[in-house]
């Protein structure tokens, strides 16, 4: 049973890495707490689903299309609607709470477009995946295993971006020192919108996975959005190796908690260890004080 567990809770905690990823990419370059990005997820889910529909292509096939719809709606998001807010965000408190509250208007809007588009009821994403593999006395659909194998991928791409590109590499300088960047003459707008395009890909094929293994409706966007906002505080703001750790740790954490405790206390026992890493690094498990 423990073997099973720790299988089911990699799954899970595969999704978890992928969602906070984008969320603490955003963070770590534009200093924007993104409320929204629950609601990307959520579309990107039915963006997916409606390609899926209306043109017959697989999801796999599908899956990418989706993740540029979604890039591109991200990065105007960002230019029609943060751009304007960041350089008072980042130079007084009141600039600050307008880019938070402007997420969180986003996040309503978001939401109640997708219910007038798509509805409330739920539905299902067809991955094409049946059969399962046995290994031992631990059972996994092949369903699950192609979960952990898209994080793994889309994990290596990110990780290529970021170090073996130019535009990667103008990304973690901004993240370390932006006076400096711009002191050397850096865009920032522009790699901060390419920030927002890569989040925003990386939240559809985190909802589009949720909405393979559950199920595709405007309100999906909530728990992915608070789990992701708790990984990236415990593995630390701005992190990537943090957001894969915590969220691995904290899918892990919740299915062993449910399997030998109670699933109606799973929540509790994420929250006491994000609040046992808080007390003793405050800065999460890779973050850097600042």
Known sequence: MLAQQLANGLVLGSIYALSALGFTLIFGAARVVNFAYGELLMLGAFFTLTIMM??????YAALP????????????????TLRP?????????????????VTLGLLYILREAAVIIW?????QIDMGVTGIQIVGDVVMTNQRLVVIGVMAVLVLALYWILYRTNIGKALRAIAQNREGALAIGLNTDRI???????????????GSLLGALYAVEPHMGGAPLLKAFVIVIFGGLGS??????????????ENLAGAYISFAFKDVFTFMLLIGVLLLRPAGLFGRSR
Do not use: D, H, K, N
């Open 54 to 59: 209306w043109s017959g292509l697989p999801f």
């Open 65 to 80: 299309v989706a993740m540029v719809g979604i890039a591109v709606l991200s990065v105007i998001m960002f230019l029609l």
């Open 85 to 101: 807010l960041l350089r008072g965000a980042y130079t007084s408190l009141q600039g600050e709470l307008q880019v938070i509250l």
């Open 240 to 253: 990537v190796p943090g957001a894969i750790v915590g969220g691995l740790a904290i899918g892990l954490i």
């Open 119 to 123: 509805g409330t009821a739920p539905r």
């Open 192 to 206: 901060i919108a390419f920030v927002f395009a890569v989040s925003g890909a990386m939240a559809c094929a985190a």
